[in-house]
């Protein structure tokens, strides 16, 4: 049986680079439970770009005041 992937999957580090954060921070938000969607290979982290995606978009807010307050579409 052969499986097509309809995307290739990035390294921690390519994904760290596209959010523009430290590789840090994307271990601290994978540990917490608080960062994008992940894929772990064995030892092996990957993200895909999709996931960085949809993390970005749900990430809006809306007052400093409330973070539970989010903004939608």
């Known amino acids: 049986m052969i499986t097509t992937f309809p995307e290739a ?3 921690e580090g ?4 596209i959010l523009r954060v430290s ?3 994307l271990r601290r938000w994978r ?3 608080s960062g994008p969607v992940y894929r ?3 030892r092996t982290v ?3 770009r999709n996931d960085l995606s949809d993390f970005v978009a749900s990430a809006g807010r809306i ?4 973070p539970g307050s989010r ?3």
């Open 31 to 33: 540990r917490q439970g």
């Open 23 to 25: 590789l840090t921070s």
């Open 63 to 66: 007052s400093t005041s409330n």
């Open 71 to 73: 903004r939608t579409a």
């Open 46 to 48: 990957r993200y895909r």
């Open 14 to 17: 390519e994904a760290a680079s």
């Open 40 to 42: 772990k290979l064995g």
């Open 9 to 11: 999957l990035i390294t």
